[in-house]
């Protein structure tokens, strides 16, 4: 079946403008997580959804960073007023949302900010 | 401290050797465990879930260490293709869907 996909591949923005960045979870899939991955680094934990609601949005670094799922299904990560810090791949998440958590990554969004 | 340790690397070894790796975590509660695997530039795939007895899947082997607190991946008769990072992961403390990453260990499997 598909997987997680993620739209756009590539983003690159002018510092100080807004971008947003799309997840499609795999099918059936409540959870669905946002991470991001500087070089050389794990994935970081940025949002957690569980259905529509945010159940744990603890690692968005700033209020600049919103996210939303208002169908519990697909999913925007918004930042605001980027700044060149915030380059780095953004990589989406699902999961069945219990045990055993396994979750199952898209191809992630390399945003570059000038 | 970090949630989660891992050696960097990189792990040099040529084709057909045993090589291992482990990582720590912080946290005593911690449920779930993983590895996974990622190719350069591309996403994290899942390899295998740790469970407490230990579990293997082909050439891989998984084992957890609560007492220690480690997990570890063992991986016999390597193949080229098993060049990659191998990426710990572990969940957290009052969220079960939350998941701390290591940074990753390098592995480089030479003809």
């Known amino acids: 079946g598909a997987g997680v996909s993620q739209t756009p591949s590539n983003k690159v923005t002018e510092k100080g403008k807004y971008v947003e960045l799309r997840c499609d979870p795999i099918?059936?899939?409540?959870?669905l997580y946002w991470y991001r991955q500087s070089l050389g680094q794990g994935p970081e934990f940025l949002i957690y959804?569980?259905?529509?609601?945010?159940?744990?949005d603890s690692g968005l670094p700033n209020d600049r960073f919103f996210a939303v799922r208002p169908e519990g299904s697909v999913s925007t990560l918004k930042i605001q007023r980027t700044e060149r810090g915030d380059s780095a791949v953004y990589l989406c998440?699902?999961?069945?949302?219990?045990?055993?958590?396994?979750?199952?990554f898209g191809p992630g969004t390399r945003l570059t900010v000038t | 401290r970090k949630e989660v340790e891992q050696d960097p690397g990189p792990f040099n070894v040529p084709e057909g050797a045993t090589v291992a790796f482990n990582c720590t975590y912080s946290?005593?509660?911690?449920?779930?465990f993983f590895w996974y695997r990622q190719d350069c530039r591309k996403e994290p795939k899942l390899l295998m879930s740790?469970?407490?007895s230990g579990n293997e899947d082909g050439r891989f082997t998984a084992q957890l260490n609560r007492a220690s607190q480690y997990i570890s991946l063992l991986i016999r008769d390597s193949k080229l293709s098993d060049s990659a990072t191998y990426l710990c992961?572990?969940?957290?403390?009052?969220?079960?869907?939350?998941?701390?990453f290591g940074s990753g260990t390098k592995l480089n499997v030479k003809p």
């Open positions: 998440a699902s999961s069945f949302g219990g045990p055993p958590y396994e979750q199952y």
């Open positions: 099918s059936g899939h409540t959870a």
């Open positions: 959804f569980q259905g529509t609601g945010a159940a744990d």
């Open positions: 946290n005593s509660a911690s449920q779930s």
């Open positions: 740790v469970y407490s």
């Open positions: 992961v572990v969940n957290g403390l009052y969220n079960f869907n939350k998941f701390y």
